[in-house]
């Protein structure tokens, strides 16, 4: 590939990412000392006769996890002595390292990354496609088939989910027991009842000790993730042939339901890009919190459970899967990664991961399996989330998906702050149509 077209790729995609002028000067200044350092290394991995060294950048958290992860990456080592993988910690972002890595010609091998950034990888040219490797397997049909859609882009498969997960919300028992909550809600409008109910001023001041739930403030990329699930349970797009979509019937009823609860007053809005912070439902300032099973809530004292996301048109929810990409490098590395992949996907690797982190088997044999099935039956919170994951769907994955979600989380602040849905949503669509051909 020509190196300054390839420039040019990494360029756009900076600055479909990126707002500040100091921040791409100190990225700039960041990629030429890592250009020089990576030039230097390039040769490295090639000087073992005989083993083919991979390495593997991913960004696991928290440390624990990663532990968990480097003992299957061990036990993958010692069963295969002709390929080593030297997994290596990058905390996010990843972006410039790896970026820098494609342009000086040596990316890792493999790299653990979010699939919603697959149209980019695809853009720059710097990742492998995978399906005459996976169609010849049977492992193929053993992966859940919702998650195929985030694998796949332009007819090609391009990634491996290594885990998966998804967004419930967690609420809290003994206070749905003191409001006279005897059932958890099921739809949409029995959310928002209850959510009414949960919501106390005890002192007649109109400022509620309690709120019915917390909704997250910003326009950054949890608040986006945190109200697709109403946006599938409304049956609603953001993307059509390729192009934003933002302005469909179901965009606009999933941000008016969420504007409704704000006008019923039942809804603590957290502090800016905090929304994840788990605070106010600790401390019963919320009683009820929209997360996943990695949260903190999980391993904290205070009494939980978690109820399956209420149907709008639908019962949906969003996938939080994490990928594995291989870069683009040599035939006989590139056999060496899937084969990691291949072990990655066993139920060797997806018990033993699934068990030890929380995160969901992306492979039916390994959910099916009697160990994880006994698992799953004594843990009733994880227990919803695998129960859940049939109606699971993902975010885009087409090139320009970053331009996409800040329009779209500039709209939801918008009118979480008051704006009509109809207002945020067009003014989103419109600013995405002036530069989305320029993309």
Excluded at 408 to 416: D, F, Q, S, V
Aim: aromatic share 10%; net charge negative; hydrophobic share 40%.
């Amino acid at each position: 590939m020509n190196i300054n077209f390839l420039a040019d790729k990494i360029r756009d995609f900076w600055r479909s990412l990126i707002n500040s002028t100091w921040q791409l000067l100190l990225i700039g200044i960041i990629l030429s000392l890592s250009l020089i350092f990576l030039s230097s290394c390039q040769g490295i991995r090639q000087k073992e006769d005989g083993v083919i060294h991979l390495t593997l950048w991913q960004a696991i958290n928290p440390p624990a996890n990663r532990d968990i992860f480097q003992k299957l990456v061990d036990k993958f080592n010692q069963t295969h002595p002709d390929i080593q993988v030297d997994s290596i910690f990058e905390s996010e972002p990843q972006l410039p390292k790896l970026l820098t890595s494609v342009v000086a010609n040596v990316p890792p091998d493999l790299l653990s990354f979010h699939p919603e950034y697959t149209g980019q990888f695809v853009e720059l040219g710097a990742i492998r496609p995978l399906e005459d490797w996976l169609n010849k397997l049977p492992l193929k049909s053993d992966i859940r088939p919702n998650l195929l859609e985030e694998m796949q882009l332009g007819g090609h498969i391009w990634s491996v989910p290594m885990h998966t997960s998804n967004i419930g919300i967690f609420y809290r028992p003994k206070l749905f027991e003191a409001a006279g909550i005897t059932e958890i809600p099921k739809t949409w409008e029995e959310l928002r009842q209850v959510a009414k109910k949960l919501t106390i001023d005890r002192n007649g001041d109109r400022r509620p000790e309690q709120y019915g739930i917390l909704l997250p403030l910003g326009k950054g990329g949890w608040t986006v993730f945190s109200w697709f699930p109403f946006l599938f349970g409304a049956e609603g797009e953001i993307v059509t042939n390729n192009r934003p979509n933002l302005t469909n019937a179901g965009a606009i009823a999933a941000l008016k339901f969420w504007q409704g609860l704000i006008k019923d007053g039942s809804v603590l809005l957290s502090a800016p890009e905090r929304g994840y912070e788990e605070d106010a439902f600790l401390t019963g300032r919320v009683a009820m919190q929209i997360t996943g099973p990695w949260t903190l809530i999980m391993k904290s004292d205070v009494d939980h459970q978690v109820l399956p996301i209420p149907a709008g048109v639908k019962a949906a929810t969003v996938t939080g899967t994490g990928n594995f990409f291989v870069m683009k490098t040599t035939p006989a590395r590139e056999q060496a990664a899937f084969k990691f992949l291949e072990y990655v996907l066993s139920e060797e690797f997806q018990i033993e991961w699934s068990m030890g982190t929380g995160f969901l088997p992306v492979t039916f044999k390994s959910a099916q399996s009697k160990a994880y099935q006994q698992f799953i039956n004594e843990k009733p919170v994880l227990k919803v989330f695998f129960e859940q994951m049939p109606v699971a769907r993902s975010q885009p994955t087409i090139a320009g998906y970053s331009r996409i979600s800040d329009s779209l989380g500039r709209a939801i602040e918008a009118t979480l702050l008051g704006e009509s849905p109809e207002k945020a949503l067009k003014t989103a669509q419109e600013r995405l149509e002036m530069i989305w051909d320029d993309k």
